[in-house]
């Protein structure tokens, strides 16, 4: 029998220019929380990482597809290899890269922590579900449990003795959280019994620890109704003490995706024995702390995204080389012309330059963000200076997740016509990573949550300080280069998109106090995107304004000059291709398309 495979490929080179040479991680490093790390410790992780994962999660991605998970007699059963896995992690030390040092943890920066998710989520997105939920739920209980909460689950979250789930969705909510009927009565001793039902529950059953501690979402009899009345409670799997704590499987989805991540409907108290605790001893503060979990949850979202992309774009790549079909175009007319490898025609290249781009970018974006937090923990939050930084935290929370998810699906339509036919079949692993993403966009609030959360609440937030001052930024970006001998045309665009960016948040507001407040939704995901495209096209200009640089100081055959060409090429094709567009969506908003709400129920089909 064949050994499974594994196809999962990442550009280290890439990661190392972002942190090093773009974002210049190594100005915190030795420094505060991060005074044990260098540059030395850094480039080592990511390449033991990246051998861990090839090794032993790549070669599960395709067996677990296939296999996925079944429930046998109420219980969650992981594909061949997920329990090993899970113990070769907790083994060595990948999910505590960023855990603090008295947690138990390495005090590694969280930029690292994301690059070493983004190697795990693409090597195997359904495995790394199970320990990103778990330390997700752990970071919950870090932040607002009591002294007492933190000492009976978190040291077993962290190790991967306990798993961890969080628990919002309910069938007759779906997105509209506040409508969960979940209960929980108060009891004598100050727990609290909970009942009901939750659905679309990721890593909500397995087999992979002894015990999953859920967060759940629940009302108590006396709160008031909509989002302010919910509680968060601890509900373990089984209790401290040995015994099960009345939480069944009631089923687990059949999924067009992620076949190998349990999805599950779980039963809360149906015997009237399942017993939980308010976090941090504090009722009706649900949704505030389960937002903590929240906002990494997107953050985790975008990098699946990218994470899987960014393979299929290698692959892809890899593919395009090695395949021979076809003539050159400058032969066409000669039958007897030798096939050549499909990289030498000209709508493959578009493709392969348009998805390097793309991924490029979002991954820039999503270091960007998470340069932002480790320079909040490095400064503290109570530093002046670190309000800037978690500003604008907050405002691309919702870009990498919308945007990096939605990409993702595109950029893996692309690596399958890339491939052609064989692309579609499974014999290769685009068609399964196309599968897997398709499943971001949706997760953790839909995309259009996203948007309305941008434009919604973002752009006034803190009066309007945060995109005032990532404008400023890309302003001061554009000013300094606007001259550039090689890049002035595109940086010439990203200027013309961000004034165009500027205009339309404007367009919001008066919408918003001007009585058309229906417009909003219909033009928030159209916004999110312009505003995604701007940042993106000014990181990887940002890149290649550095890239050219160090490329003319490097010997004619030095190996680091083709990459720095990749990084020059991938911006300008992203702004004259992407960027571009960007006024011209801002000038569809103002046309103020009314469409989609005039058109009546019965006239969308006769059926």
Known sequence: MSQPLNYYKADLRDFKFLLFEQFKLQELLGKGIYANWGEDEVNAVLGEVYAWVTKELGPLNGTGDKEGCRLEDGKVITPAGFKEAWKALYAAGWRSLALEEHDGGQGGPFTLHSLAEEMMCGACTSFNMYPALTQGAAEVIQRFGTPEQKERYLAKMYDGTFAGSMCLTESQAGSDVGAATTRAVRRPDGTYSISGTKIFISGGDQDLSPN?????????????????????????????????????????????????????????????????????????????????????????????????????????????KDRKQGSSIKQWKDASAPRVSIIEHADVRRMLLDMKARVEGIRALSVKLTTHIDKVRVLGEDNPEAAYHQGQVDLLVPLIKAYGS???????????????GAGYLKDWPVEQYCRDSKIFSIYEGTNHIQAMDLVGRKLGQKGGANVQAFAKDVATFVAANKEHPVLKDQIAILGQAMEALTSTAMRFLQWSSGGKLELVPLAANRYLE???????????????????????????????????????????????????????????????????????DAAFATI
């Open 212 to 320: 999953i501690i859920h967060l759940v979402l629940a009302r108590t009899d006396d709160a008031p109704p909509g989002t302010k009345g919910l509680s968060l409670f601890i509900v373990p799997k089984v209790r401290l003490d040995g015994t099960p704590n009345d939480v069944a499987c009631g089923g687990i989805e059949h999924k067009m995706g992620i076949k190998a991540s349990a999805t599950a409907i779980l039963n809360f108290g149906e015997n009237g024995n399942c017993i939980g605790e308010v976090v941090g001893g504090v009722e009706q503060k649900g949704i505030s702390q389960m937002f903590l979990m929240m906002n990494f949850a997107r953050i985790g979202v975008g990098i699946q995204g990218l994470a899987v992309a960014s393979s299929a774009y290698l692959n892809a790549l890899s593919y395009a």
């Open 406 to 420: 939605d990409q993702a699906f595109q950029i893996c339509a692309t690596a399958i016509q890339t491939y052609g």
């Open 530 to 600: 312009m505003m995604s495209e701007t940042a993106i096209g000014w990181l990887l200009l940002d890149a290649a304004v550095i890239a050219i640089a160090a490329g003319e100081k490097l010997a004619a055959d030095h190996p680091d000059r083709a990459f720095y060409e990749g990084k020059r090429y991938a911006a300008q094709f992203y702004a004259q291709n992407v960027v571009a567009t960007v006024p011209m969506k801002a000038q569809q908003i103002g046309k103020e398309d009314r469409l989609p709400i005039q058109i009546s």
